[in-house]
C-alpha cells in the first residue's frame, strides 16, 4: 500500500493557496480604508516592533532598496514615518512610525478580514482540529 502521507512542501502549498488566493478582497479593503496602496500598508507593519534601519525594511517588506526607497519617501510625505539619524551609525537613518503612521496602521488592522467561503464548509469537529493543528505552528 502506497504511503499516502503528504509532505510538509505539500501541505504548506495547500496552506498558501488558502491564504493568498483569498486575501485579494481584504487587501483592496485595506487600500481602500486607507486611500494608500496596500504596499504602503506593509511597510508600515513591518515598522510596528520597532525603529529600522531602510536596508532591515527592505529585507522585512520582502522589496528591493529602490522600491522601499520611494514606498519610505510617500509615507514621510504623509506624515506616517520619520527618518532620523542613527546614533549607532550616523552614516545610517532609523525609519520609525509617527503617532499618524500608528494611528494608520491600526485603521488598516481593522479592516475586517472574513474567512474564505470554503472554511465555512467544514463541521466542527475537522474545524477544531484544524484549529487546533494551526495553533501548534504558532510561536
Known amino acids: 500500500m502506497p504511503d499516502d502521507t503528504p509532505t510538509t512542501d505539500e501541505v504548506w502549498r495547500q496552506l498558501n493557496h488558502v491564504v ?5 478582497a481584504w ?9 494608500m496602496p496596500f504596499s504602503r500598508f506593509r511597510v508600515l507593519r513591518r515598522l510596528l516592533p520597532g525603529a529600522l534601519s531602510a536596508k532591515q525594511l527592505a529585507v522585512a517588506a520582502g522589496m528591493d ?12 510625505e504623509r506624515g506616517l514615518v520619520t527618518r ?3 546614533p549607532n551609525n550616523r552614516r545610517s537613518k532609523l525609519i520609525s512610525l509617527t503617532r499618524a503612521g500608528e ?12 474567512a474564505p467561503a470554503e472554511l465555512a464548509t467544514l463541521d ?8 487546533a493543528l494551526l495553533r501548534k505552528l504558532e510561536h
Open 20 to 24: 493568498v488566493d483569498t486575501r485579494d
Open 27 to 35: 487587501k483592496r479593503a485595506v487600500a481602500e480604508r486607507t486611500g
Open 65 to 76: 532598496a529602490p522600491a522601499t526607497t520611494v514606498v519610505v519617501n510617500d509615507l514621510e
Open 84 to 86: 532620523e539619524i542613527d
Open 103 to 114: 494611528e494608520v496602521l491600526a485603521e488598516a488592522l481593522a479592516t475586517p478580514y472574513p
Open 124 to 131: 466542527p469537529s475537522d474545524l477544531r482540529t484544524l484549529h
